[in-house]
């Protein structure tokens, strides 16, 4: 990550922003980089949890800085958020409102070090094709199921011009 800070957020974003980038690989690359930079550290420890049957449910748990530097590092963790870069108005988050169904939308995963590059796919509700393979509600991009956070409709098409 040193490397990362040799560049400024201002650098970051003019390489965005600039038409020299051969197909949008150096504004892609730019994005996950400033995506790295602006990144927030979360503080996590490990506990554990006697369910109903007498054994231990291990769940990671947020904390303060403080209570985090009480723990061993066995038992505790950084995870580094990833914020939403820019990105246009309308995006949706998956938690607030699902698509409706067979509807094809743009997607986003901001869970991965590709946040920020979207790409198509379909949401469809639970069915069954007809040679018996089932599908669960979710986002699809040729049979093979996404992780999505955030979706918005597809812009309509051009409208036809009168000349």
Request: net charge negative; aromatic share 12%; hydrophobic share 35%.
């Amino acid at each position: 990550m040193k490397e990362l800070d040799s560049f400024t957020v201002e650098q970051l974003n003019d390489f965005i922003k600039s038409d020299h980038a051969q197909c949008g690989d150096v504004a892609a690359l730019a994005r996950i980089a400033l995506a790295a930079k602006r990144a927030e550290p979360v503080y996590q420890y490990h506990t554990g949890i006697i369910n109903e049957e007498g054994d231990i449910d291990w769940y990671w748990v947020d904390c303060d800085k403080g209570f985090y530097s009480q723990y061993d590092n066995q038992h505790r963790r950084i995870v580094y958020t990833t914020p939403q870069l820019n990105s246009p108005q309308g995006w949706i988050k998956c938690s607030d409102q699902m698509p409706e169904d067979c509807q094809t939308v743009l997607c986003n995963n901001m869970l991965t070090e590709l946040s920020g590059i979207p790409f198509i796919a379909d949401y469809v509700g639970m069915f069954d094709l007809h040679d018996g393979t089932r599908y669960e509600a979710g986002f699809y991009v040729n049979r093979t199921p996404q992780t999505v956070t955030n979706w918005m409709p597809l812009p309509a098409a051009p409208e036809k011009e009168n000349g």
